[in-house]
């Protein structure tokens, strides 16, 4: 007898990057004010999302004048967007998700303008929540090759694979005290997040996911999902006079994906991105007690 695996089994987890985008600017003393703890970049505001993990460097690997205490070239921290697009650093995601002043980093003002780059990064795979279904589908395209060289004819000859779905989730952009969601240890992103993402101009749409068909346990041979690296291409939000708002996200991949079943990959990590160890040495899984 087959077993019939059902829909609440599944679902999806978002790791939030910007691949191999980078944006310069420059920070002017003028645009710190070290009382509020806040800074602002010209149109930066258009490439970074309140939560997202930004790794700053000085472009001359000279000392970065920001966060007070801190006199190395390069930092990461959690950020929050304010209304008027300035900047708070935080040292967690879920204070930067609050963006109060008094947990925000303390700043320094710099001695001259500064070139800096900014990249959006997190090593932390966080649920997607409130998701109501979700497809994923594979593409094989096959590709004329009767006028192609030898080469070409080797690299295209079976056809060139896509992958390419949609998320449709109730949509949610707050994080609500009496919410089951907010009380969670881990954060989940919402629907907000993705119709944010494509509207992020110089650092791209991308984001890292994992598509859960089936999920048991970590350690489970009998897990299955997709994993790859996507590019959102449609976001469409639905406003009924009466009923759920509901956003549909479209996606396709822009890198290497794999559908893989078995135990899954997922060491508990520090705030640094090493490994949290035991005492013999070994790794600890995120669902370790």
Known sequence: MSSVVKGDTGYIELQRTSLEYVVRATLNPDDVNTGKKR???????????TGDRLDISTVDDSDMELVSGHNYPDGSWYVNVDA????????????ALEGLAANALALVTPSNPQDLFFKARDNSYRPLAKVTNYEFTTVRELVQTETLGDTFKKQYENGLIQGQGSVTCFWEHRYLLDDPDTRH????????????????????????????????SLSSPNNAWYECEAQVTNCAITVPAAGVLEARIDFITNGKFKLKVGAIDAHLLKEDA??????DGSKIFLEDQ
């Open 185 to 216: 240890a881990v954060k989940p992103e919402f629907a907000s997040y993705l119709a944010r993402l494509i509207l992020r101009l110089n650092q791209g749409s991308e984001f890292l996911g994992k598509f859960y068909l089936f999920r048991e």
């Open 84 to 95: 008027a697009g300035g900047l708070r650093l935080f040292e967690s995601f879920d204070k």
């Open 274 to 279: 090493d490994f949290v160890l035991k005492e």
């Open 39 to 49: 800074f602002s970049v010209l149109d930066i505001d258009s490439s970074v999302i």
